[in-house]
């Protein structure tokens, strides 16, 4: 019963290298969102995608961009990595109609960027 | 856009004592108010979560309460044990009509929470 996996956990970066976070969820949900953690400012939305085919923008999706590549998986990209850019990710997904609004997160992919 | 406060930062508490976690939301249109719990190297995991119709919800050791007015809500533990220590998140979110969910959520900056034996 995996959940949400995420890869890599562990990724270091030289600033303007690129590189793909790759998430896959095996719950049958229609909803899939990325988010950034750091110190002292929660977690904060980066893109999601309410079904598959769709992806809109969250709080801060600037340097990032998003590919829902089927229902089960959705990939971030970093095209050109900044230090800003260094954080923990997390992938989550959701039912997109139901009586709770749960997302059930992935553990996480520490990125630093040199 | 919407914007959450949470306090305090940080929480110490002997365990048995009770802890409360209070957060603020800025748009009288949020709708829905979960809280998650964040053990350290995993992800966040959904604890207890209310909606604006209700002022206030139990589930065995913990309790959230919500004011719409003074758009505020906390997350009460009673009984605290050293497992209930982990980062506390509060959030809120727009759900819309008909019981459609959203994951946009806005997230408080967390509190870190310690239960000493």
């Known amino acids: 019963n995996a959940g949400v996996t995420q890869t890599p956990k562990f990724q270091v970066l030289k600033t303007g290298q690129s590189m793909t976070l790759q998430c896959a969820q095996d719950?049958?949900?229609?909803?899939m969102y990325w988010y950034r953690q750091d110190p002292g400012m929660g977690l904060r939305l980066i893109y999601y995608?309410?079904?598959?085919?769709?992806?809109d923008k969250g709080e801060v999706p600037n340097g990032y961009n998003v590919s829902r590549l089927n229902k089960r998986e959705f990939s971030l990209r970093l095209e050109s990595a900044a230090p800003s850019q260094t954080s923990v990710y997390f992938c989550?997904?959701?039912?997109?109609?139901?009586?709770?609004?749960?997302?059930?997160f992935g553990e996480g992919s520490r990125l630093t960027v040199l | 856009g919407e914007n959450v406060e949470q306090h305090p930062s940080t929480l110490s508490v002997q365990e048995g004592d009770s802890a409360v976690i209070k957060c603020t939301y800025s748009?009288?249109?949020?709708?829905?108010f979960p809280w998650y719990k964040q053990e350290l190297g995993k992800g966040p995991q959904l604890i207890i979560d209310?909606?604006?119709?209700?002022g206030e919800k139990k589930d065995q050791r913990i309790a959230v309460t919500l004011n719409k007015t003074a758009k505020h809500f906390s997350l009460h533990i009673t009984e605290t044990q050293p497992e209930d220590s982990a980062v506390y998140f509060c959030?809120?979110?727009?759900?819309?009509?008909?019981?459609?969910?959203?994951?946009?959520?806005?997230f408080g900056q967390g509190t870190i929470l310690t239960v000493h034996p």
């Open positions: 748009d009288s249109a949020s709708n829905y």
């Open positions: 959030a809120a979110s727009i759900q819309g009509v008909g019981g459609t969910s959203y994951g946009k959520l806005t």
């Open positions: 995608s309410a079904s598959e085919g769709t992806t």
């Open positions: 719950m049958n949900h229609n909803s």
């Open positions: 209310i909606r604006s119709n209700v």
């Open positions: 989550a997904s959701s039912e997109l109609t139901g009586r709770t609004g749960e997302l059930f």
